[in-house]
Structure formats: C-alpha cells, structure tokens
C-alpha cells in the first residue's frame, strides 16, 4: 500500500527537476506525488559447494515516486542501491500519457517489459525473497521503450504491449532489430484489494527480439568456486522467441499458483535451441499473520549445438512469513536442491534483481518494509 500526499505548487515544481513550463503546470492543478520503497536486509546462511560465505546482507534497497501532472502525463521514477557495484542505479524513469481515462495508456521511458507474470510483479510482493529461476534468466525485466496499457471489463480484463530497445536500461539498441513484447490477463474479480470469494487469474505473453552479442543464451558452464555445473547468461547473436503462461487460484486463506517460461533461439550460423523454467507454488496464510510456503522451481538451460551443456536444476524451497502490520514482514526460507542441484542461475538481464540465487542448503532471513 503506498501514501498519497498532495504538496504545494512551489514544492512540487521544484521536486519536478526543471520542468518546463511552471506556469502551465500551475494552472492545470496541483501536481499529485506518491512515495513508494522497498527496504529488505537479514542473513544468508549457505554451504561452501555454492561459491558463497555466510554473511548478513542488504538484498534491496529502493525509493521512487509516481503521480501525475495536470491532466497530460503521469510520471514513474525509481532508483536503487546495487550492493555489488556499491553505486545507485536508475530502476524506473517514465512518463504516460492517457489516452481514454484509466483505461488506455500510453508509457514512454524505461520500464518493466510486459513478460513474464512473475518477472511483472513488485518485488515487494512475492512471497519469497527472490523470483524463480526462469524469471531470473528468461524475461528481459526492465527496458527503454513505449508500451501502451489497456484495462476493460472493470479490471478484469488487460493487457500490454510495447517496443523496446533490448538491452536493459542502455540507451542505444541491441543490434538492429528492438523487442517486441506483448501481455494479456484476466482475473475473476476486477480491481479489488481484499477479497474472501474464490477468486482466479491467468496470463500470458510473448515476445520477439533480434540480438547483437546480448547476454541472454543460459547455458551450464564450470564455474569457479562453484560444485558441478551452473547456469550462466552467454552472449547469443540471432532471433530469440520468449512466450509463457501463467495461473493463480485462491480461496479464502489459500493460494495455489504456477508459470511456465519458455526461450527459443534461433543463433546465426547455428542449430536452433531453447531453454525453459517453471514453476507451482502454495500459500496458506493463518489469521492474516502467519503465511506458510512450499515452492518447486525447475529450469533447464540450452543445448549447445554439440548436445552438451544442458542441465536442469530444480529447487524445493520451503518458506514461513510473519506479517506484524501493513508494511513490514518477517521471511524465513530454506531451499533444498534436488537431483544434485548446487546452485541456480544468476540474476536477470536487466541487472536490477540483487537478491541472492538459490543453493542447495541455503538458509535465508529477511527482514521487509515495502510502502
């Protein structure tokens, strides 16, 4: 849930980083801000194999604000600290023009990309610490480009599309060709945030792209300080398809939900290949405080042309959640690798996924204040 304040024309205006016209923007009305963020921090406990020490943590941090100006745009802009590179890197930086009220958009900047169920959720509000594998090393996250959002049927019925650069938050194309992208969904209740009925979701999606020396090709490489084989993002050169569909059931305190994510790629002067993650989790949630988990995450990265390379690795992972208030949350989670599983992939394209990846006996707690 995020707050809503409304300040005077003179402080909104500086907050706007030079706009342009003041004047006008002072005549259509009061500038609206909303401040949202994300703060999780705690301890992560895992065995040599996985490469990793045992060490308390800052898994995110984040700060933005949205609102709108007048009657044109509405604004979205967000940063974050990046506990690897130690610096602050842009997330979000939009504006959107209405088009038909709330029910058609159009959004310019950069952005999250529409793939990917999961992968389009805050980060605040999965219930684990991190995304699954194939979220994490299929959908392109967070790009530069336009997309317009439609909504019908009084919320149940949306969907997304867009064009994109491709590479992230990188201001120039990969290559010559950009990433299509587009998504549909559809629940049974429309927009409503508290709810006892049985209520059900599905989503889909897909997209396109034509990449230069991109990381995006998941393949299962050594990896030094690492047991057996991870799964790493090499640079792929050619066409690259990623489609998926996704599914969420609940009732009452229960929760049962899935995705399945796919990548199909079609290398220059190669033999097509592809790569696949999915994923069906639980929830019951007890008295509105208490919120048991139970996850299983399976990926499997691409085939080499020679036929080697391919792994699948697959994750049991067991969680508990204390909710004290609106805004705070206290995670346990404990993941079990399965089949010989060390380690899953590493974080995802767009670079803004900072949390840690699975490993076969890791221990994670988690300590959340998202507004």
Not at 66 to 78: H, L, Q
Not at 139 to 164: K, N, S, Y
Request: charged share 20%; glycine share 14%.
């Amino acid at each position: 849930m995020r707050r809503t304040s409304r300040y005077g024309p003179a402080l909104a205006l500086a907050l706007a980083a030079g706009a342009a016209a003041p004047a006008a923007l002072h005549a259509q009305g009061t500038p609206e801000l909303e401040i949202h963020g994300l703060l999780r921090t705690g301890f992560r406990a895992e065995p040599e194999s996985s490469g990793s020490s045992d060490a308390f943590a800052l898994f995110d941090a984040r700060l933005g604000a949205t609102g709108r100006v007048g009657i044109i745009f509405d604004y979205e802009a967000a940063v974050e600290y990046d506990r690897e590179d130690r610096s602050i890197r842009l997330l979000d930086a939009s504006l959107g023009i209405p088009l038909r009220g709330e029910d058609l958009k159009l959004q310019i900047g950069l952005a999250n990309s529409p793939v990917g169920g999961e992968a389009t959720r805050d980060k605040g509000e999965i219930p684990f610490l991190e995304r699954s594998q194939g979220s994490l090393a299929l959908a392109p996250g967070r790009q530069i480009g336009a997309a317009l959002h439609g909504a019908a049927l009084e919320g149940r019925f949306g969907w997304h599309a867009g064009v994109f650069n491709g590479n992230g938050a990188e201001l120039e194309n990969d290559g010559d060709g950009f990433l299509w992208a587009a998504r549909a969904t559809w629940n049974s209740v429309g927009e409503v945030e508290f709810f006892e009925d049985f209520v059900w979701e599905v989503g889909a999606g897909l997209a396109f792209s034509e990449d230069s020396a991109l990381a995006a090709f998941p393949l299962a490489v050594a990896e030094s300080g690492v047991e057996g084989l991870s799964p790493v993002l090499v640079p792929f050169t050619g066409d690259r398809w990623i489609w998926g569909f996704d599914a969420r059931v609940g009732y009452r305190a229960v929760t049962v939900s899935g995705e399945y994510l796919r990548a199909e790629f079609e290398p220059d002067g190669g033999d097509d290949t592809d790569a696949e993650g999915w994923h069906v989790q639980g929830a019951y949630n007890l008295w509105g405080a208490i919120e048991w988990l139970a996850r299983y995450d399976s990926f499997r990265t691409a085939r080499l042309a020679s036929g080697l390379g391919t792994e699948r690795t697959e994750f049991l992972v067991l969680g508990l959640n204390l909710l004290p208030g609106l805004y705070g949350r206290l995670g346990l989670q404990y993941a079990i690798g399965l089949d010989g599983t060390e380690v899953g992939p590493e974080r995802a394209l767009d670079g803004t996924n900072t949390g840690p990846r699975l490993a076969d006996g890791q221990f994670l707690l988690n300590l959340q204040v998202a507004f």
